[in-house]
Structure formats: C-alpha cells, structure tokens
C-alpha cells in the first residue's frame, strides 16, 4: 500500500512541495519579539527609592536601640525589687510617686546651737598688736559693776594713751604706761599690748617689748576709766640702744596703733611688758 508524504516514517518533511515556504500563520502565532527601551530616569529613581528605604531601616533600628537602653534602668529596678510591686529606679530619674512609692527619709539636720565656748590661752610673739591670752584669775568688775564679756574690746580709736609714773629697785626700772577710755560708752581690755621703741623720725628701734607672763584678767573701762601696764628695763647695764624719741602702743586685739611721747632705754636687752591692770599704778608682781 502506498501512503503519501506525509506518512514517512522517518518523517523527513523537506520532501514536501511547500517544504521551503514560509508559514503564513507564524507572524500571528508567533510575533517578533522587541525589547522596551528603559524610560529615562528610571535608575535614579530606583537609587533614591533604595536609599531612603536604607535611611528609614536605620532610623528604625537606632530608635529600637534607644527604645531598649532606656528601658534597660526601669528592667534592673523592676528586677532589683524586694518581692513588692515598687518600681526601683535610680535617683537621676526622679521621685516616683504613687500608693507604693516611699519617700527618702530625710537626713538628721545639723544642730544649730553652737558649742560653748571655752577661752583658751593664746601665746604669740612680743609685740604682736593682737589680743593677749585669757588668763586664770577672776573677773575684774568695772565702777559701775559691769562684768567682762558684756562690753566690746576697746579699740585704738577709743584710747588715749600716756606714760606714767613709776618706780626703781636693785638697778631695776619700772614705768607705767596708762591707757584711758576717751569716748561715752564701756569698752574692755584683755592681756598684753605690743609696744615698740621708736627713733625721732618713727624708726624702730630694737626688738619689741617681750611678755612678762602671768595670769591676768580682762578689765573693763567706763567711760573716763583707766587701765596700766608696767614696762621694765634694767639701769644702765651691758649694752643699751639709743634712748627712745616715741613710744608705738597696739592694744590688745587691734592692728592699728596709737604713738606718744616717751623716752626708755633698752639696756642689756632687758625690755619686758606686763598685761593690763585696773587703775594707774600698773600690773604689780603676782
């Protein structure tokens, strides 16, 4: 039996007449394929829309990152709790408020009554225009029975000042300086003045008066009162400076200095001050 072309077996088509014609159907079935062009700008698009996706990730990232660290304060105090339900949290924070919350106790206040005051014995060297020390004895009671510690320390501007009499034994020399209350109101005196020997032209001359210790006693000076101390120099013994022209006076617990009249002489450097007496006649030996 004779088939036709189309039934070879080993169905070699090129045999066939239209073999070598084109499809009339293939531009329909199947069209030439063609590529869109990219629109312009595409690209940079695609980049700016990347970039603000990265911009938007990392803000969310950082914000879960301070989100987690400022909650880590509040986590430890919540764990850091005694069982209860108070929320511990550090001091920086603030005070928590609230039915749980318990408030600082407050600390013991300072005590505001001053401690008592105990008058201790102050040395400094001879001539310092600063206040002697308290010394041991009783209180001296001035006319009109004031009590020291109830009148203010006289100051320089307060006093006149004058040398004395005085008195001599045994090669020894003694004068008294004497110092008064010149205005309408009591003032008080304690220890040792400063005193220095001065030239006519206001020049020191040696080392100031050194301190004749012994116990003493704060005065009071009424207006128009009086109060002495006892300068001791020696004779005409061993060596002598020049005779003073003035006299410097500090009185006790002031810097500022009152200058008289005066002639003493330091001789074998003997020049010594007792503190201050009541009255005229100087601070006799205890």
Do not use: W
């Not at 039915?99 to 009554?113: D, G, I, L």
């Not at 006319?143 to 090669?171: E, H, N, Y």
């Amino acid at each position: 039996m004779t088939g036709s072309p189309d039934d070879r077996e080993d169905g070699d088509l090129t045999r066939r007449p239209d073999a070598g014609r084109p499809d009339p159907l293939e531009p329909l079935l199947r069209p030439p394929a063609s590529h869109l062009a990219t629109p312009p700008g595409a690209f940079h698009r695609i980049r700016r829309r990347a970039a603000r996706r990265r911009r938007a990730r990392a803000v969310m990232v950082a914000a879960a990152a301070a989100a987690v660290l400022g909650g880590a304060p509040y986590l430890v105090g919540a764990i850091s709790t005694n069982g209860g339900d108070e929320l511990v949290v550090p001091a920086a924070t603030g005070t928590r408020t609230g039915p749980h919350s318990h408030a600082p106790s407050p600390s013991t206040p300072p005590s505001t009554t001053p401690p008592p005051t105990v008058p201790t014995p102050t040395h400094r060297p001879p001539g310092d225009p600063s206040a002697g020390t308290t010394g041991a004895s009783g209180h001296t009671v001035g006319p009109s029975g004031r009590t020291p510690g109830t009148s203010s320390m006289c100051t320089a501007s307060q006093l006149t000042v004058s040398l004395g009499g005085g008195d001599a034994g045994a090669g020894n020399l003694y004068r008294y300086l004497v110092i008064t209350n010149r205005t309408s109101g009591a003032c008080q005196v304690s220890g040792y003045p400063g005193l220095s020997l001065l030239d006519a032209g206001g020049k020191q001359i040696g080392a100031p008066a050194t301190r004749d210790r012994r116990t003493y006693a704060p005065v009071v000076l009424e207006p128009g009162g009086s109060a002495s101390v006892t300068i001791h120099t020696v004779n005409r013994q061993g060596t002598c400076l020049p005779a003073s022209a003035q006299l410097r006076i500090y009185p006790p617990g002031n810097t500022a200095s009152l200058v008289i009249p005066g002639e003493i002489t330091n001789c074998d450097d003997r020049f010594s001050v007792t503190p201050f007496a009541a009255g005229t006649s100087g601070n006799p030996s205890a």
